[in-house]
């Protein structure tokens, strides 16, 4: 796992998109697992920008997302379909086929499920995930006590999560109270994830995440076990980490010796 440490929010943003960059630039039919949230928003913003003023070609990318609501279909506002198509898909050149996000409207949770998990081998398998942290370390919806071998399934959202995402709806009552997500064992067989995390909010628990014990109670932990994870962090998110200055060191290094490995551990 490598862990870098940025200045700003601005900053931990356009270095995971100039990642994805240098992926789509290797193979331009790159599998993206993508998630959404407040935290990506900047490395969409800046992915349009790479699209619209450099020519970063998305027209043979395939996309996976984490997650979505049950029983929210894509037009509504506050579903992760509508979500990703304001903030990246409707910006860059990407073809409506190859988007795949969970439908909260399957009359077979259990048969979209597997239908999902089976997309995503034929695809290749993902060859980056992006991925953010919840208040309580999880990722995607893979609640505290989710299987850290768990697939793509049905999930019912905790009350810490229901209380962070309620800031998106008119009250906590309106949140839904189940999501489709892909499972901690789904996520581990991305070939490389980027886990970013942004805030004074979230160091306590990126600090446990990847410091603290490899644990179901916080399943971000379960990242530790991936052989090719970068962990971008801005300075508020990674204020509570123990070893913060060897991270910033080794980074250091990296930029010296091949700007090229900066994001590879």
Request: hydrophobic share 40%; net charge neutral.
């Amino acid at each position: 796992m490598e862990v870098i440490i940025c200045d700003n929010y601005e900053n931990m943003s356009k270095l995971a998109a100039g990642i994805i960059r240098q992926q789509l630039l290797i193979k331009p039919n790159s599998v993206l697992g993508l998630a959404t949230g407040s935290t990506p928003i900047g490395t969409y913003k800046e992915l349009v920008r790479l699209h619209k003023e450099e020519g970063l070609d998305f027209s043979q990318v395939v996309t996976f997302n984490l997650d979505e609501y049950l029983g929210l279909p894509p037009s509504h506002p506050q579903s992760y379909r509508y979500f990703m198509d304001q903030n990246l898909f409707k910006h860059i050149n990407i073809p409506p086929g190859n988007i795949h996000v969970p439908y909260g409207h399957a009359e077979s949770v259990m048969e979209f499920c597997a239908w999902y998990e089976a997309q995503i081998v034929a695809a290749g398998g993902i060859d980056i995930q992006l991925l953010g942290i919840g208040g309580d370390g999880h990722i995607a919806f893979n609640e505290p006590g989710s299987s850290l071998g768990s697939r793509t399934r049905l999930k019912t959202l905790t009350e810490q999560t229901i209380k962070d995402n309620a800031r998106f709806f008119s009250n906590a009552d309106e949140v839904p109270r189940f999501a489709i997500t892909m499972g901690v064992g789904t996520i581990l067989e991305a070939r490389r994830i980027i886990l970013l995390a942004s805030g004074r909010s979230k160091a306590a628990i990126v600090a446990e995440a990847i410091e603290g014990p490899i644990t179901s109670q916080v399943t971000a932990s379960a990242l530790q076990m991936h052989r090719d994870v970068v962990v971008i962090l801005d300075a508020d998110a990674g204020a509570k980490l123990k070893r913060a200055d060897y991270y910033r060191w080794v980074y250091e290094q990296k930029k010296r010796l091949v700007p090229q490995m900066i994001g590879h551990a």
